[in-house]
């Protein structure tokens, strides 16, 4: 167990409507990701952090944007829900940034509709 | 641009068979190419791992073939039990990249059949 929480597990909402992902570390690393998997496409990274108010785009962060105010916990906010952005995501948290393991947590599934 | 091409897509294997996973990479400044697992609902967790000094590394079951030069990475899982049944992903990073992570795959899905 990595210590990662994703909250929530589960979410419906309607296209426009501002949505919310958290994770929440208890290890105290300093690297978070938010990744996305659909089928057909694997997992995709949205955005990255490398520190406190420190974060960086990913492969897919159109309609996106993140904050972390606090080591323990990154947030994923979709400003206005659209139906292609239907998905589970993933949080990741890294010792060391490049070169080593990432730990997942369970996934938070987002459904648009 | 995908710059990790896994292959197949899915796999159905019988029990005790070997199942073989490939993956081919562009980016020569990969230097850390690791295989995740993947149960339903859960996130993908660190199966095995290899650097590229060497060409292969054994894990029990789990064993990782490495060709530099043809830019190729396996992963063979010998006497397949049910129990592997889930969906595999390779991925590669560089040490001396950015702090952005692994770049995955597309997965496998991978069928063990009593």
């Known amino acids: ?113 | 641009q995908q710059q990790v091409k896994q292959s197949p897509q899915s796999l159905i294997v019988q029990k005790g068979g070997i199942s073989i996973i490939n993956c081919a990479y562009e980016n020569t400044a990969f230097d850390y190419f690791p295989w995740y697992q993947q149960f339903p609902g859960k996130g993908p967790a660190l199966l095995i791992a290899i650097r590229p000094d060497v060409s292969e590394k054994k894990e029990g079951r789990f064993t990782i073939s490495f060709n530099k030069s043809a830019k190729q990475f396996s992963l063979h899982i010998m006497d397949s039990q049910p129990g592997d049944s889930a969906t595999y992903f390779c991925a590669a990073d560089s040490q001396g990249g950015g702090a952005d992570g692994l770049t995955f795959g597309k997965g496998t899905h991978l069928i063990i059949q009593p």
């Open chain 1, 1 to 113: 167990d990595a210590g990662i929480t994703q909250s929530p597990r589960h979410k419906v909402t309607e296209t426009g409507t501002p949505v919310t992902l958290r994770c929440h570390q208890t290890e105290n690393h300093r690297y978070m990701y938010w990744y996305r998997q659909d089928p057909g496409h694997g997992l995709r990274l949205i955005h990255y952090s490398y520190g406190v108010k420190d974060t960086d785009k990913g492969e897919v962060s159109d309609g996106y944007s993140v904050s972390r105010s606090k080591t323990e916990d990154f947030l994923l906010t979709l400003e206005s829900a659209t139906s292609s952005q239907t998905s589970v995501y993933f949080c990741a948290i890294s010792r060391q940034g490049f070169g080593g393991e990432l730990f997942f947590g369970e996934g938070s599934r987002l459904t648009v509709l």
